[in-house]
Nanobody, 121 residues
């Protein structure tokens, strides 16, 4: 069974940094891009950052210049470096990946269980 295993959330003061990681575990044929989304209480889930298997990146407007996404295809892992964190970054962060389980199946979106990031003084 394919799973996205996340780590690295926690509490940090405003202006601090955190690094999230997400690894795809289990047996599958291929994946096509990974990313991070977040959801704050009472708000919709939103894109934080995404990276294609070719290394192209995309960021949500609110995190540009502060967050950096990177990945290693061989390790099936993506990282999110979060700097200059603000209280409004507080949310549950979810890892996402488009995964093809077998050769003749379509890519489907898989989600991690979520990791809490809290930014407060």
């Amino acid at each position: 069974q394919v799973q996205l295993v996340e780590s690295g959330g926690g509490w940090v003061q405003p202006g601090g940094s955190l690094r999230l990681s997400c690894r795809i575990s289990g047996s599958f044929f291929s994946f096509n891009g990974m990313g991070w989304y977040r959801q704050a209480p009472g708000k919709q889930r939103e894109l934080v950052a995404a990276i294609t298997d070719g290394g192209r990146t995309n960021y949500g407007d609110s995190v540009k210049g502060r967050f950096t996404i990177s990945g290693d295809n061989a390790k099936k892992t993506v990282w999110l470096q979060m700097n200059s964190l603000r209280p409004e970054d507080t949310a549950i962060y979810y890892c996402n990946a488009a995964i093809k389980v077998q050769l003749y199946t379509a890519y489907t979106q898989k989600w991690g269980q979520g990791t809490q990031v809290t930014v407060s003084s």
